[in-house]
C-alpha cells in the first residue's frame, strides 16, 4: 500500500523520536512501508549538492554586504578618504593631500584635523625629484601652515641645489595624528613613486588618533590595529563603525549625566591624563612606536626608498610639566622641574639640563615625547641601512643657551617659531643634499643655507595669525585645567585691517589666500608697495601652480612703473596660463618698451586673440608695427583704436604720422 502524503508527513515529523514500528502501528501502515520511506528522507545529501547548499547559505550575507558596499560608495558616504585628490587647479593634472583622509582615524572625535594643500604632479615625470613629509602638528608647521613648515626649505634648497630636475616636496603631516597613521598612508605613498621620505613623528604616540592615551584607542596590539586600518577602507566597515560608536555615545548619554567633550582637539583626543613613567601604557606606547617606525621603514626599505628620519624636540626650560604625578618610584615631575630651575639659575647647567630633560619625561601628561622616542629613532636608524638620522634634537640644542631648548625655538610646550622651522627643514635639506652629493647627481658649492630663511616669505600678517592661534589654545586645556577662561574671542575686538583678517581666519573661516590678497591691496592703497609685495610673496610661494598672484605682483609694479621688477613675474605667469590677456599684453608692452620688438609682437598678437576690444593693447600693437617699418598694418591697428575710443591718450597723433609716412611712400 502506498503512503498517502498525509502519512508520509506524519512520519517526517515524528521519524526521529519513534521506531518504524511505532508509526506503522499508529498509521495503520506496513512497516515495511513506513521503513523505506524513513530510509529515503533520512539518506544524506550527495556531497555537490551540500556544497551548493552551503555556497548558497555562505554567498547571500556576502552578496549584502557587497551591495551595501556599492551603495555606500556611490552615495559616496562619508566622502573621499583616499590620501590624495585631484583638487582641479587650475587643470585635472595635479594630486593633493586630501582634506578629509584622517576622517578613517577619528571616529570619537567629529573635529578631523587636515593636512598641507601641496600640489604634484598625478603623472610624474622622467626628471622628477619627489619627496614626502610625514609626521603630527609640528611635521605640518602648526601654528603657521602654509610657508611655515619645514617641507617648504626642503624643497626651495633642493630646487636650487637641483635646476635640471622638477622637484615636488609634499606635506601628508596632520595635527593630532600617531605612526599608525603614519604606516597607514605607506601604501598610498609608494604609489606616487617616491624618492625619498622625511618623517618627524613621536610626539604624538599617546595621544594621537589611535594611541594609547587617546579617545580613539583600539587596544595595544600593533599587528591588530594596523589589520584594522585596513578594514576601515570599506564604507560598510566604516558604517558599522559609525554604528557601533553612535550606539554606545547614545547608551553612554542615556545613562550618565556627562556632557559631550568640547574644547580643543588635544583636550578632546585625551582619555588619560596621568602615564606613569615606565608604567605599563608608557611601554605600550614605546612598543606601537618602534613596531609601527619598523613596519614603515621596512615597507619604503622593500622598494628601494632612503627615508630621512629625525630626532624630535621639545620645549623643556620654559615648559612646567603640565601633570605632575605621584608615584613610588619616580618623584613627582614639578619638584624636579623646580630643582632644575634652581640648579640652572645657580649657573650648574649640565645638570639643569638633565634635570630638565627627567621632568619632562616625569610629565605624566605626555604631549611631549620622552627621551625614550628619540632612543628609538637613533635605534632605526642604525638597523635599517635605508635609513638616515636627522639630528633636529641635536641642532635645537646646539642653538640654545647651554644647549636647553626653550622659547628661543618654541612657541609653547612642542611647536616651533620661524628659526625653530627653518633650522628643521635646514637639517633635513642638508642630510639628502649630502647623500646627493655623494653620489654625484648635485653640487651644493653655490648654496648659502642661511638666506632661505628670509625666502620663507612668513609677514607681519602670518605671524598675527600664529599670535591668535596660540592665544586660543592656551586658554584652553592642557594650560589651562578647570576650564575657567572665558575664550577670548567673544569680545575681541581687532586692531586695524591686518589685526581683523587674522583673527578672521582664525576664527571666523576666512580663507588664509583670499585675506593675503585683501591685505595686498590694502597696502597698495597705503602705498605701502614692499608689504604688498611680501603678502605676494607668500601666495606665489604657497601657490606656484596659480598664475594670480604673479599677476597681482606684476599689476602693483607696473602701477609704480617698475616694469624690470614686474617683468620676471609676468613672464612665470605666462608659463601658467598663456591665454590670459592682461598678462601678454603687459609682457608684449615691455617688450616694446625694451626695443624686442618681435618679442612685443609675439605677445601682442597673443593678447589680440584673446580680448581684441582691448584699445591700450591695439595701440601697442601698432605702435609695434610701426617700429617695425610694417607700416600698413600698423595703420589698419590705428584705425581699430580710433574706432574703440577716438579720444585714446596719442591715437591722433600716432595715426597723423602714419599718413604722413605712408603719402610719403605713395609719392
Known amino acids: 500500500m502506498s503512503l498517502t502524503n498525509k502519512a508520509k508527513d506524519y512520519i517526517r515529523k515524528h521519524y526521529k523520536k519513534k521506531s518504524a514500528a511505532e508509526i506503522a502501528e499508529n498509521l495503520n501502515q506496513s512497516k515495511e512501508d513506513v521503513q523505506a520511506f524513513i530510509d529515503e528522507i533520512s539518506e544524506p545529501l550527495p556531497f555537490k549538492k551540500k556544497m551548493a547548499f552551503y555556497a548558497i547559505t555562505f554567498s547571500i550575507p556576502v552578496l549584502f554586504f557587497v551591495i551595501l558596499e556599492v551603495v555606500l560608495r556611490g552615495v559616496d558616504y562619508m566622502g573621499n578618504t583616499e590620501l590624495f585628490i585631484d583638487p582641479n587647479i587650475p587643470t585635472d593634472e595635479y594630486y593633493m593631500p586630501n582634506p578629509n583622509f584622517a576622517a578613517r582615524y577619528f571616529f570619537y572625535t567629529k573635529t578631523i584635523p587636515s593636512p598641507s594643500s601641496d600640489v604634484f604632479l598625478q603623472s610624474k615625470p622622467e626628471n622628477a625629484f619627489r619627496v614626502f613629509a610625514m609626521g603630527g602638528s609640528s611635521a605640518a608647521g602648526y601654528p603657521y601652515g602654509y610657508n611655515g613648515t619645514f617641507s617648504r626649505i626642503v624643497d626651495d634648497m633642493l630646487s636650487d641645489a637641483m635646476p635640471d630636475r622638477e622637484v615636488e616636496v609634499v606635506n601628508v603631516a596632520t595635527s593630532a595624528i600617531s605612526t599608525y597613521t603614519l604606516f597607514d598612508q605607506t601604501d598610498e605613498l609608494l604609489e606616487q613613486k617616491p624618492d625619498a621620505i622625511m618623517i618627524y613623528a613621536g610626539h604624538n604616540e599617546f595621544y594621537g588618533a589611535l594611541g594609547v592615551g587617546s579617545n580613539e584607542n ?65 611601554e605600550l606606547a614605546m612598543v606601537q612606536f618602534k613596531s609601527n617606525m619598523e613596519a614603515i621603514i621596512q615597507k619604503f626599505a622593500d622598494e628601494g626608498i632612503p627615508v630621512y628620519i629625525s630626532t624630535i624636540a621639545s620645549n623643556v626650560k620654559d615648559q612646567p610639566p603640565f601633570v605632575s604625578i605621584e608615584q613610588e618610584k619616580n618623584p613627582p615631575a614639578d619638584d624636579v622641574y623646580q630643582e632644575a630651575l634652581s640648579v640652572y639659575q645657580n649657573g650648574d647647567s649640565v645638570v639643569a639640563k638633565e634635570q630638565f630633560e627627567y621632568a619632562k619625561d616625569l610629565d605624566g601628561l605626555k604631549f611631549r615625547a620622552p627621551s625614550d622616542i628619540n632612543r628609538i629613532i637613533q635605534s632605526l636608524s642604525d638597523s635599517y641601512p635605508n635609513t638616515k638620522l636627522v639630528p633636529v634634537h641635536e641642532a635645537y640644542e646646539k642653538a640654545s643657551a647651554n644647549g636647553i631648548i626653550g622659547n628661543n625655538l618654541m612657541l609653547e610646550h612642542l611647536h616651533p617659531n620661524q628659526t ?89 573661516d576666512i580663507r588664509w589666500d583670499a585675506a593675503k590678497v585683501k591685505l595686498g591691496s590694502y597696502y597698495e592703497d597705503q602705498g605701502n608697495i614692499e608689504k604688498a609685495l611680501l603678502e605676494y610673496k607668500g601666495l606665489i610661494r604657497n601657490q606656484p601652480w596659480n598664475d594670480s598672484p604673479y599677476v597681482y605682483a606684476a599689476r602693483m609694479l607696473i602701477n609704480q612703473n617698475d616694469y624690470a621688477a614686474a617683468e620676471p613675474y609676468l613672464r612665470k605667469a605666462y608659463e601658467l596660463a598663456p591665454r590670459e590677456a592682461f598678462i601678454t599684453k603687459m609682457l608684449g608692452s615691455i617688450a616694446l618698451n625694451s626695443g624686442n620688438i618681435n618679442d612685443a609682437i609675439k605677445f601682442l598678437e597673443e593678447s589680440r586673440q584673446v580680448n581684441p576690444k582691448d584699445p591700450q593693447m591695439l595701440y601697442n600693437l601698432s605702435g609695434a608695427y610701426g617700429t617695425n617699418r610694417e607700416f600698413q598694418k600698423a595703420m589698419e591697428i590705428a584705425n581699430e583704436v580710433i574706432e574703440l575710443n577716438p579720444n585714446y591718450p596719442g591715437i591722433q597723433q600716432w595715426k597723423q604720422q602714419l599718413d604722413r609716412i605712408l603719402n610719403s611712400r605713395r609719392n
Open 218 to 282: 583600539l587596544g595595544g596590539f600593533p599587528g591588530f590595529v594596523r589589520f584594522y586600518l585596513k578594514l576601515q577602507r570599506f564604507k560598510t566597515f566604516m558604517l558599522l563603525r559609525e554604528i557601533i560608536v553612535d550606539s554606545g555615545q547614545w547608551l553612554s548619554s542615556a545613562v550618565s549625566d556627562e556632557k559631550p567633550a568640547t574644547g580643543t582637539l588635544m583636550e578632546r583626543i585625551i582619555n588619560n591624563q596621568s602615564i606613569a613613567l615606565n608604567g605599563p601604557e608608557y
Open 420 to 508: 625653530g622651522y627653518f633650522i628643521m627643514g635646514r637639517n633635513f635639506a642638508e642630510s639628502l643634499l649630502s647623500d646627493l652629493e655623494e653620489q654625484g647627481q648635485i653640487s651644493t658649492d653655490d648654496l648659502e643655507p642661511e638666506s632661505y630663511f628670509g625666502q620663507m616669505y612668513i609677514s607681519e600678517f602670518d605671524n598675527r595669525i600664529v599670535h591668535h592661534r596660540l592665544r586660543t589654545l592656551k586658554q584652553g586645556f592642557p594650560f589651562i585645567m578647570d576650564g575657567s577662561v572665558t575664550p577670548y574671542q567673544f569680545s575681541y575686538n581687532p586692531d586695524g585691517v591686518l589685526d581683523s583678517l587674522a583673527f578672521g581666519v582664525v576664527h571666523k
